[in-house]
């Protein structure tokens, strides 16, 4: 008797069934989670929790009153911002809901990772993949010695380098043009440019491989280092990126432009761009920051932005982050979170209009608060009453003639990458609620609106 044997299983089908399970498993633990506080305190619960809700709104009041404000309101700001949530906990505490509401929140925190599981997508075959990569013949490095407090001394980055047969080229002190630096190394046959140093040094070198369609290799030696974290890379020990050198694979990402000019990461207008602008900042970024912002978010001179992103309009925006591919949180530009993916060929566009308390109290209701857009688009359009806009690419501060258009180049840059990496995690985004439900039901995954572009036209966010 001759047994046939039995084809293998699809992969999309495990990867659906086992999406299928996760969503399942967040769904039950969020109902869970609901029940706890009505086993434990019946209909009260609901007072319990608005009482959390105000709790958070007040805290929310007290930080826009610290940084809009001077003086003794943003002195009574500092101190709501601690009292408030401190109050409620104790009240939990007295009403006997503290141990209930803890665990609680814990099986909020548990759906929440396992919606997320539900939700990431699958990486077989999305995008551009990695592929494998020969050694390069003459590889190139530009590398600042006092990027991430002496990160290239420290790791032995310059020898380590030259022993790969990479030719290094030190940044000085003084203002050197790295993308000049980049060209004539492209000129003297250099197949590979690579940088030590941060995010701005990175968008330069990266614009000059993009041009002359050499791989770019980057070896996280500054202080962030968003960029390098997205791709994976290990940024507690940057000597590792050198693997790239002889055991490698190439990816393909997308590359930022504003104005013209490259961004790797993503380039900020309005408040966080005008805090950058100053000159002390460098030095003395906190205490510029407060010493700043109460003029740029509530005074006469606090800028509002216009701006168009394919069918959305806004105006009246304190702040406009453009960048790279979507945040999956973005808080400010300052920190503004991870990306899922650096191929998905979308700019993320997130705007901020918090003009008062009430609005400020209003942001507890997260990405859906009044002050808040967030989309996606393919091109957006930063308009202005004056001849210039500041801006912060990759954290440098620039003036770009007005109106600054932004666009994305999908799959623009070859960089090189250890074959073996860190990795890139998903999550830290709100999970689809409506998405997770359907897959509990076994319906096959979509992506959500905002990836796929579509929005509504609106006046402001």
Request: proline content about 7%.
């Amino acid at each position: 008797m001759v047994r046939a044997d039995r084809p293998p299983r699809p992969m999309g089908a495990a990867v659906g069934r086992r999406s299928a399970a996760w969503a399942r498993l967040a769904l039950l633990t969020l109902a869970v989670g609901l029940l706890v506080p009505l086993v434990a305190a019946g209909l009260r619960s609901v007072l319990w929790a608005l009482l959390g809700i105000a709790g958070l709104a007040l805290a929310a009041v007290g930080l826009w009153w610290t940084l809009a404000r001077s003086g003794t309101v943003r002195v009574l700001g500092a101190v709501l911002c601690v009292v408030a949530p401190l109050t409620v906990l104790a009240l939990y505490a007295v009403g006997g809901m503290l141990l209930p509401a803890a665990l609680s929140m814990a099986l909020w925190v548990l759906a929440v990772g396992a919606a997320r599981a539900a939700l990431a997508p699958e990486r077989a075959g999305r995008g551009h993949g990695p592929v494998p990569a020969p050694p390069p013949g003459r590889p190139w490095a530009l590398m600042n010695p006092r990027s991430g407090g002496g990160k290239v001394d420290r790791f032995r980055l310059v020898d380590r380098a030259r022993e790969a047969g990479v030719r290094v080229v030190l940044l000085g002190a003084g203002h050197q043009d790295a993308a000049g630096l980049a060209e004539d190394a492209v000129r003297d046959g250099a197949d590979l440019l690579a940088v030590a140093g941060g995010d701005g040094t990175q968008a330069l070198v990266a614009e000059v491989a993009f041009r002359h369609g050499v791989p770019f290799m980057v070896i996280p030696a500054g202080t962030r280092n968003h960029f390098a974290l997205d791709l994976g890379l290990d940024r507690e020990d940057p000597a590792k990126a050198l693997h790239a050198l002889t055991d490698g694979v190439e990816l393909r990402v997308d590359l930022g432009f504003a104005a013209g000019r490259v961004f790797v990461n993503n380039a900020s207008f309005g408040t966080y761009a005008a805090v950058v602008g100053d000159p002390a900042y460098r030095e003395e970024k906190t205490r510029t920051a407060l010493r700043t912002l109460p003029g740029l978010l509530s005074g006469p001179s606090a800028p509002r932005l216009r701006m168009r992103a394919d069918g959305t309009r806004a105006d009246g925006l304190q702040a406009l982050l453009v960048s790279n591919n979507p945040y999956l949180r973005a808080v400010d530009a300052a920190h503004p979170g991870r990306r899922e993916r650096l191929d998905s060929g979308r700019l993320g566009v997130l705007g901020v209009r918090v003009d008062s308390a009430v609005r400020a109290a209003g942001t507890v209701r997260g990405p859906h608060a009044a002050g808040l857009l967030r989309l996606t688009a393919e091109e957006v359009v930063v308009e202005a009453d004056t001849p210039t806009v500041p801006a912060g690419v990759d954290g440098e501060h620039v003036l770009l003639p007005a109106p600054v258009v932004c666009r994305i180049v999908p799959g623009a840059l070859r960089v090189r990458v250890p074959r073996r990496r860190v990795g890139t995690r998903w999550g830290g985004a709100a999970p689809d609620w409506l998405r997770v439900a359907g897959l509990a039901l076994g319906r096959r995954a979509t992506a959500p609106d905002a990836v796929r572009g579509r929005g509504r036209r609106d006046d402001g966010p």
